[in-house]
DNA sequence: AAGACTGCCAACCGCAAGTGG
DNA sequence: GCCACTTGCGGTTGGCAGTCT
């Protein structure tokens, strides 16, 4: 920012411009307007005096005028952009502060790649600036294995999601949330899904699901939209419909605006980010039962078939939280107060695998990994934390217990079984212990070892980090119920009693972590509904494995 | 000291929405 | 409704400067 191109760009010196300003070195472009060679590269001064005369006397606007009327050789594409990126006035110049930089990335959260809207909310600052400043940080924090959002900012998207749901659906329960709304938190989880697709341990393989129907579902969500990678989440402009859900435009727009948006930003690319194809002729029937299948519990058996405990969605409502209306005064917002002086710091506790552990070729770029991607490795790094924890605590309790031994053995063995069967997009979930602790220490400057990982992080928490007795408290009902981890919820079902008690256990964690409002939810939701416990499962492994304090919750 | 690497910035390009005839 | 044009947006590229090895 320190300097402009204007003056080092031909190594020509604005001042240095000699008498036509506007051919001066000769820099041309074949591309011609009308017969005039058009100027590319670095604007001279002089040609900004040109264009900063003109647009006093005529306004903004009419780009393409400039030229015929000023005689400047520049499209009028250039000229614009160098107005509003440089010339125009009240433009704020220098390095972002703290506070714009924390925005920026409270922003990012929410809006994705949305440059132009985000720099709506930072006055004197362009898109370019912005878009400039996140890739920069994009690159700094993929080379460090760093996730791109601070855990508050993991949280408070959380927060919002779970409190938009609450106003979006009146008077609906959590239960309805989950069950007709159940986007909300799973749509955390579909967004990992997508930025971690080869790490994910609780998203069934779904052979038979199209990527479509999957988007279906949660394109239509406000977590989808605000969480889902630049690259992903709108590849381009809104337009109107395609053909891509065609059965579903027109049930689906009427409730969400937004899903226009989605219904052609996720296409095919989509797809193939998220390693899924498209089946041939999708029913369209199928396709909403089947997405919301995907999210509702079902269990991709070993020979790809489901399991019935998936519950069918006949009433598909999409809703959009407020949040995520592009038009959302977000000075209504959760303000950042919660975060740390330093964004760094605090990242610096959530250690992302290395992009080479993490995902795999073909899969999302890392570079496209969100805030669902710090969501989801936060819920790794204390997932491993816990397990050494409560892997010390709980040697003696239980010979033989499957703790007993490395996280590395606890992947291998307990979670083997219903691992493998479970795992997303052809990874088993072994594996993906196995990426993740050996991805966690992967990085070359960084221990190798699971075990050594986990001191090391703990060594470099912060204090307020650090985990909470509750989240703690959660850890060994993961862990010595032999379940793969707690997505697996569904399995305590089957074990029966085992479930009620660690049901118990379960709820009382999720209730000192949740407060007694999200907590009383819960509860009458597992008491009086028929959700899965695997839908729940899926929600409670993120909120078990958020390393906030409880005074942080709202 | 020199090359490699990284950060930063400006600008271009392609696409799509918006608009007016 | 169609078409041409303008405008806006987001991705990408290229180059300079600073830092590291």
Redesign the pocket.
């Known amino acids: ?6 003056e ?4 020509i010196s604005s001042e240095d411009q000699t008498a036509s300003p506007l051919i001066d070195d000769g820099d041309f ?1 074949a ?1 011609t307007d009308g017969g005039v060679a058009l ?5 001279t001064s002089a040609e900004d005096a040109i264009l900063i005369n003109y647009v006093k006397k005529h306004g ?6 400039v030229q015929k009327h000023s005689g400047l050789l ?5 000229c ?3 107005w ?3 010339l125009r006035p009240n433009l704020k ?3 972002f502060t703290q506070e714009e930089e924390e925005l920026i990335v409270e922003l990012h959260s929410k ?10 909310h930072l006055p004197g600052r ?4 912005i ?3 996140w ?3 994009i ?2 924090r993929q ?1 460090a294995g760093l996730p791109l959002y601070p855990p508050e900012v993991c949280m408070q998207a959380l927060q919002e999601s779970h409190t938009a749901s609450a106003v979006n659906g009146g008077d609906k329960g959590p239960h309805d949330i989950l069950q007709n709304d159940n986007y909300e938190i799973p749509d955390v989880v579909f967004d990992n899904l997508k930025a971690n697709q080869n790490v994910f341990p609780y998203v069934p393989e779904l052979p038979g699901i199209s990527a479509s129907s999957m988007l279906m579902k949660d394109l239509g969500s406000s977590q989808f939209y605000s969480f889902m990678p ?2 992903i989440y ?7 419909p395609t053909a891509f859900f065609p059965d579903y435009s027109g049930v689906v727009k009427s409730e969400c605006p937004l899903f226009e948006q989605f219904e ?1 930003g996720m296409s095919n690319k989509a797809a193939q980010s998220f390693g899924v194809s498209f089946p041939i002729g999708p029913d369209p029937a199928a396709k909403k039962s089947q997405s919301f299948g995907v999210f509702q519990g079902s269990h991709s058996l070993p020979n790809g078939s489901f399991s019935a405990s998936d519950p069918t969605l006949e009433g598909v409502k999409f809703e959009l939280p407020s949040f995520q209306d592009p038009e959302t005064d977000f000075s209504n917002w959760g303000t950042l107060s919660c975060l740390p002086p330093l964004l760094e710091s605090v990242d610096a506790f959530i250690q992302s695998p290395p992009p080479s552990s993490g995902l795999e070729s073909g899969s999302i770029s890392p ?1 496209n990994s969100g805030l669902l991607d710090a969501v989801f490795h936060e819920a790794k790094t204390l997932s491993s934390v816990k397990n050494h924890a409560s892997d010390k605590s709980s040697n003696s309790s239980t010979p033989g217990d499957i703790t007993e031994s490395s996280d590395f053995d606890i992947c291998k063995t307990t979670r083997g079984k219903c691992a493998e069967t479970l795992s997303p997009m052809g990874h088993s979930a072994s594996s993906l212990f196995s990426e993740c602790i050996s991805a966690s220490g992967s990085s070359s400057d960084e221990p190798s070892s699971a075990e050594t990982f986990t001191e090391s992080h703990q060594k470099s928490e912060p204090a307020d980090n650090v985990l909470t007795p509750e989240i703690q408290k959660a850890a060994p009902i993961q862990l010595d119920s032999g379940h793969s981890d707690t997505l697996f919820a569904s399995n305590w079902l089957e074990q029966g009693s085992d479930y009620d008690a660690d049901q118990t256990v379960m709820t009382d964690a999720i209730a000192t972590l949740l407060g007694d409002d999200l907590s009383s939810e819960y509860k009458n939701m597992e008491a009086g509904t028929s959700i899965s416990s695997q839908e729940w499962g899926i929600g409670s492994c993120l909120w078990n494995n958020m390393p906030f304090e409880m005074s942080e919750l709202p």
């Open positions: 920012m320190g300097h402009t191109k204007t080092r760009g031909n190594g472009e591309a100027k590319k590269g670095p604007w903004e606007g009419n780009w393409n005028a520049r499209c009028g594409k250039s614009r952009l160098r509003a990126n440089h110049k220098g390095a809006m994705g790649n949305k440059w132009a809207r985000m720099a709506a362009t898109d370019n600036e878009k400039n400043y890739n920069t940080r690159k700094r080379r630049p690259t709108c590849q381009k402009r809104l337009r109107g052609d570079l």
